[in-house]
């Protein structure tokens, strides 16, 4: 029997407010908690085995991946929260960046997309996205989560349809244009399903399958992963003068990790000058000691003259996976609990379908085997 099977023939409980003595079959079940997501959102939230098919990766397949962006979530969502009000857009497109990125601001696509919301370089442009040898904007939470608040408020305007403006957001307003037109005016997401690129059409049942997940794990045994610091436990300080990021982690006595975590935007330890003051996120029981010693700390900071190598982690193994009937690329890399990018990356010139029978190299986490 297999996981699915196994889920299929588990009752599972009606959350004691709504009846406490009721048990329903999974799909009957998930239907109804998207029905009560969607019934306060604009965005539609359809159940139909599209959906089911990634429910089902999230809480059988990739359970401890799910548990971590959960604990991300608690870090990431406030702050997705308030510029989306800001934007008056809404709130639940949060779910799009566990589908964009897992909440990982440091998250690189094959193309270049890069941070929680994955622009290329050309949009970052557009938005005003400041990227240079230091710097990063796309992987700044602030900066990257307004310039997306801005372009999903732009294909909005362009559809008048959420379905269709987040196709858009994964391929770009042309092929969904193109389905439009192929389907002579069509504009039903589910309509245009087989005229959208595989991408698009895995991408909507993945959102809301997303935002099934983030609201309803703890019904499958699921435990948000710990994270370093809540928001609300920090705080920005100016930094008017390069600083070295290492340095001051030992000056204030607080972990480099815990520095990276808060400030994904610098990407070698080093904050440059720039025309205007930087931000720099600390614990805020942090910022008043590195207040106290920033002069010092500008005055031993030098600018990097070689860019260190990003760090390769040692722990995986590689596997050669034989491709079977149903496999995507998403899902696998769902199943394997990497990203595309990484795919992509350990198979160079790999195409965006698969057939079954293709063998691919993954490095993954010997629990993942």
Not at 255 to 276: K, Q, V
Not at 305 to 318: F, H, Q, Y
Not at 327 to 345: E, N, P
Request: proline letters at 7%; aromatic letters at 12%.
């Amino acid at each position: 029997m297999s996981l699915i099977d196994a889920i299929e023939n588990l009752p599972i409980f009606v959350p004691t407010n709504q009846t406490d003595t009721a048990r329903l079959k999974p799909d009957l079940y998930f239907e109804c908690q998207l029905a009560e997501i969607g019934r306060n959102s604009p965005i539609d939230f359809d159940y139909n085995p599209h959906v089911r098919r990634y429910i089902d990766i999230f809480t059988i397949e990739r359970r401890e991946q799910i548990s971590k962006m959960i604990g991300l979530a608690n870090y990431y969502f406030p702050l997705f929260d308030d510029v989306f009000s800001k934007y008056q857009l809404p709130l639940e497109l949060k779910y799009l960046a566990v589908v964009e990125s897992a909440l990982n601001p440091l998250a690189i696509s094959p193309t270049g997309a890069v941070g929680l919301w994955q622009f290329k370089i050309n949009t970052s442009k557009m938005f005003n996205l400041q990227v240079n040898n230091f710097v990063d904007e796309r992987m700044d939470p602030l900066k990257s989560t307004e310039a997306a608040a801005q372009y999903l408020q732009y294909l909005y305007r362009t559809f008048n349809d959420w379905s269709l403006a987040l196709a858009a957001y994964n391929v770009g307003p042309g092929p969904v244009r193109n389905a439009i037109e192929r389907a002579n005016g069509e504009r039903n997401f589910w309509k245009l399903y087989p005229l959208l690129p595989e991408s698009a059409q895995n991408y909507v049942p993945a959102f809301i399958a997303a935002a099934y997940v983030m609201n309803n794990y703890h019904e499958h045994g699921i435990t948000p992963a710990p994270v370093a610091l809540a928001q609300s436990q920090t705080d920005t300080v100016c930094v008017n003068k390069p600083l070295d990021l290492n340095l001051m982690a030992k000056a204030i006595d607080i972990d480099i990790n815990i520095i990276r975590f808060l400030n994904p935007t610098y990407r070698y330890d080093y904050i440059p000058e720039g025309p205007s003051p930087q931000v720099l996120r600390l614990p805020a029981d942090k910022t008043g000691l590195f207040i106290r010693k920033s002069k010092e700390l500008y005055l031993n900071t030098s600018k990097p003259k070689v860019l260190p190598a990003l760090a390769v982690d040692s722990t995986l193994t590689r596997k050669v996976y034989t491709v079977k009937n149903g496999d995507s690329l998403h899902k696998l890399a769902m199943q394997f609990g990497c990203t595309l990018q990484d795919i992509y990356r350990w198979n160079p010139g790999l195409d965006s379908t698969i057939t079954a029978g293709q063998n691919i190299v993954i490095w993954v986490n010997p629990k993942n085997l």
